[in-house]
């Protein structure tokens, strides 16, 4: 037999035993791929969507105390030294504008007044005596029965009793404004929140007597750590907490970020924390009434 024939017998026969393998390596597959499915479909199906998480806020803390707005706290001194006679209030005794506070012993003061008084009122009567004299001696040279140099003699006394009549008076608005300054009231409506004397004390110039404060103008000075400034902006959320108060928050809002770093005035809690740090004094307004005091410290968290 020849190669040629040889080949004619040989190649159908191993097409034949090919597609034999192939038809049985597909139904193998076939068989297969149920299982193959099941094991995989769970890594197959997509993830389910689990519980939303809160996203949370960025917040600077700081700690700061309850002060009084600008001109809201005042410490209400004497401009005269003296003897307490009076002392009309008390620690939260409530106080209107012009009330009086105390009032200092001024005795030597209305002696005084009084005799500056009694000069005006000479004075005065030195006045009418001359206007009279000048004026009738007037009339006399008019019919010609009087002298020149009378006119000028009561002239001159009349100019004499007006200058020692003004003297008299601007002595006597000087002695009232040294009274004046003997009655004490008080400079704001408000609430006296301090009082540093006692009735029947002696007390020199710029003494300090009572501070009065208007409690409705009160807002927060945080001290913010220098490093977290640029964290810091007009307007942002504040919740503010206090010791004595655990179960209590209330809000405000920064409204004043000054433009200046100043040396720290309160000690921090955390030992761990810098003394000697520097920060920045930021103003935070209240959003709603409080029970916190003057002066209370509190924590802050701004909201960035």
Known sequence: MSVRSLLWLVVPGAGLLLATGLVAQSRTLEARLPSWIAENSRRLKPAEPGPLQPVELK?????GRVVAYPGAEVVVGTEAAGRIVRLNVQEK?????????????ADDLKATLAEASARVAEADADIRYFERELQRDESLLARRAGTVQNIDINR????????RRARAAADCEHINASLAKTRIVAPIDGVVTQRHVNAGE?????????????????????????????????????????EGFPNASWVGTVEEIPDEVVPRRIRPEDPGRPIDARVLPVKIAFGEATPLKLGQRVEVQIQE
Do not use: M, P
């Open 202 to 242: 002696t007390i020199e110039i710029a003494a300090r007597v009572v501070t009065v404060a208007d409690l409705q103008r009160v807002r927060i000075e945080a001290e913010v750590d220098e490093f977290d400034t640029g964290r810091i902006a007009l307007g942002a959320g504040v919740t503010i907490t206090a």
């Open 156 to 163: 001159r006394g009349l100019d004499g009793a007006r200058a």
């Open 59 to 63: 917040r600077v803390l700081a700690e």
């Open 93 to 105: 005794s409530v106080v209107h504008k012009g009330d009086l506070i105390a009032e200092l012993n």
